[in-house]
């Protein structure tokens, strides 16, 4: 599968964003989608994953509250809408997808054999 993020820019603290990552093929519903960010010198973060074949979703708990993952499967999209962004949401936003994970590595980058290119998020004080 092929992955398009999309959906950054420059918001104020308080502000919303809605970030997109479309999937190419047909089988969409087989993959556990997650969305991952990188703050610049730093590592790649899980930030939440919406898993196949059920309505399940997992967050860390920073965005707990403030992010939704939805996955439109006719559109083999999924979705990031962030809200009362801050700061330190400020980081480069990767998509990523995989078929074969299970819960305990879901936070783990290294269980994801498939990368969207990454779309930047700055949030400005």
């Known amino acids: 599968v092929q992955l398009q993020a999309s959906g950054g820019g420059l918001v104020q603290a308080g502000g919303s964003l809605r970030l997109s990552c479309a999937a190419s093929g047909r089988t969409f519903g087989r993959y556990t989608m997650a969305w991952f960010r990188q703050a610049p010198g730093k590592g790649r973060d899980f930030v939440a994953a919406?898993?196949?074949?059920?309505?399940?979703?997992h967050y860390v708990d920073s965005v707990k509250g403030r992010f939704t993952i939805s996955r439109d499967t006719a559109k083999n999209t999924v979705y990031l809408q962030m809200n009362s962004l801050k700061p330190d949401d400020t980081a480069v936003y990767y998509c990523?997808?995989?078929?074969?994970?299970?819960?305990?590595?879901?936070?783990?980058?290294?269980?994801?054999?498939?990368w969207g290119q990454g779309t930047l998020v700055t949030v400005s004080s």
């Open positions: 919406a898993f196949r074949g059920s309505s399940s979703t």
């Open positions: 990523a997808a995989d078929t074969t994970l299970i819960l305990s590595s879901i936070q783990n980058p290294s269980a994801y054999n498939y």
